[in-house]
């Protein structure tokens, strides 16, 4: 079945510094891949997706691209900001309408 | 675009008694509705799926009798939690999703926290 897989956080960082989040996915077929953002006490927030390989989504300084021959989808930011502090869930969809989530990863950003 | 409301944000009730959550696409319409639940630090759990008019097809493992699911509309959906107890106490959280072009997005609603006492 599908399946995501995120690197565990937290993930701290200071102000400024570059970000990675690892994402990687087992999948039939050629599914959707996303990238949600949750805030404290709120819901997910579509940060960027990418609907086939090679495609990048960018969003807020922040990109992914779709890799197909890695599997991944790896989140990356040039310089984050402590309001970028959140829970970033990577999922995919193959196409069946639901979407499969990774566990999340915690990132926290210091002044 | 592509807003999701819910409400209520919050809710405290006591054992046993029943609690209604809606959930509602504000500026597209929502062919597809999808209920979670999401405990402390964990990712979103699958609860049920819903289509407008349709009965709602149900995770395994969760109770239909329990968490009773009306898609009347396509831009309304509610969650029932039936006699809700302690354990019934989570995040609940909905998306909805077009069916149309880019279907495979779904906009989640800003959750609501349940609290049985």
């Known amino acids: 079945g599908d399946s995501v897989t995120q690197m565990e956080g937290p993930v701290t960082l200071s102000e400024e510094a570059f970000l990675t989040i690892n994402c990687t996915y087992t999948a039939t077929g050629y599914p959707s891949l996303f990238w949600y953002v949750q805030y404290p006490g709120e819901g997910l927030q579509l940060l960027l997706k990418a609907t086939k390989a090679d495609d990048k989504g960018s969003n807020k300084g922040f990109e992914a691209t779709y890799r197909k021959e890695t599997t991944s989808f790896h989140l990356e930011k040039g310089s984050v900001q402590v309001s970028d502090s959140a829970v970033y869930f990577c999922a995919l969809n193959s196409g069946y309408s639901t979407l499969t989530f990774g566990k999340g990863t915690m990132l926290l950003v210091s002044p | 675009g592509a807003v999701v409301s819910q409400h209520p944000s919050w809710v405290i009730c006591k054992s046993g008694t029943s609690v209604k959550i809606e959930c509602r696409s504000l500026d597209f319409q929502a062919t597809t509705m999808f209920w979670y639940r999401q405990f402390p630090k964990q990712s979103l759990m699958l609860m049920a799926t819903?289509?407008?008019?349709?009965?709602?097809?149900?995770e395994q493992g969760v109770e239909k009798d329990k968490f009773l699911i009306n898609h009347a509309s396509l831009t309304l959906s509610t969650l029932t939690v039936t006699s809700a107890h302690p354990e019934d106490s989570s995040f609940y959280i909905c998306s909805g999703s077009s069916g149309g072009a880019g279907s495979d997005t779904q906009y989640f609603g800003p959750g609501t926290r349940l609290t049985v006492l």
């Open positions: 819903s289509n407008e008019g349709s009965k709602a097809t149900y």
